[in-house]
């Protein structure tokens, strides 16, 4: 009798740690608002903005910014220019990066992240956890909820969808915003799928199934580095 010794191979999956502070920052109501307006504010500004440069380009022809500063970006894609997308808008997520300067005590933004930033699903994580530990803060205190975030980004694609399913294409568990994208697709109720998973047929997006059938996809979370991939789809991309 011969013994067979079967050897499994093991994957560890990468554990990342993600430091918050326990103590909150607590933003009056009044100040919270002021920041609200002048985002949403911002945002379409920046959302009229991209349409322009990948439009008709007045904000250039006008001298408001000159066309090297464009034109020399490495953000700026050519390829885009004419290109319409899906009720005119381009800024679907943006991450804007705010600090408190100590100085004036005024709200000072770093960055304007719209290329579909990371950490949406972290703080509905903290603030779930935090309910269950610390459940008086919420009844004494008037807490800004946040929870139906989820809710609006699945009604944004919905709005957004050229027809077909949403999915949230991920580049696998090894990515370091894998959690995020497992936790928004099962919030949403889209799809997680790599790039293997997907074909494209003509100028759209199909999700190949299990069975050999083939779904046409109307709406894409996105969120993988710009060289990871350039597709031009009928099927909008959240980025």
């Known amino acids: 009798m011969r013994l067979i ?17 326990v103590i909150p920052r607590i933003i009056p109501k009044k100040e919270f608002d002021d920041l609200e307006r002048g985002l949403k504010q911002r945002v379409y500004a920046l959302n009229e903005f991209l349409n322009d440069i990948y439009g008709k380009q007045k904000i250039i022809k006008d001298g408001i910014i000159p066309a090297e500063f464009i034109f020399s970006s490495k953000a700026y894609n050519q390829s885009f220019h004419g290109l319409k997308t899906p ?29 579909v930033p ?23 205190m008037k807490v800004e909820k946040i929870r139906y975030y989820p809710q609006k980004l699945q009604e944004m694609m919905d709005y957004i969808s050229t027809g077909g399913i949403n999915i949230v294409l991920t580049p696998g568990r090894y990515n370091s915003a894998f959690y995020e994208h497992v936790y928004l697709a099962k919030e949403t109720g889209a799809t997680l799928a790599m790039s293997s998973d997907l074909e494209v047929i003509g100028d759209k997006l199909f999700l190949k199934s299990y069975n050999g059938k083939k779904i046409q996809v109307g709406a894409m979370y996105r969120r993988l580095d710009d060289d990871f991939q350039n597709l031009n789809l009928k099927c909008n991309f959240l980025t």
């Open 5 to 21: 010794l079967i050897f499994l191979k093991t994957v560890r999956f990468l554990e990342r740690s993600f430091p918050f502070d």
């Open 87 to 115: 009720k005119n808008i381009r800024t679907h997520i943006c991450g804007i990066d705010l600090v408190k300067n100590s100085a004036n005590d005024r709200w000072t933004i770093l960055e304007d992240n719209l290329r």
């Open 118 to 140: 990371s950490g949406a699903s972290y703080p509905l994580s903290i603030r779930q956890a935090y309910r269950k530990v610390y459940p008086e803060i919420f009844e004494q």
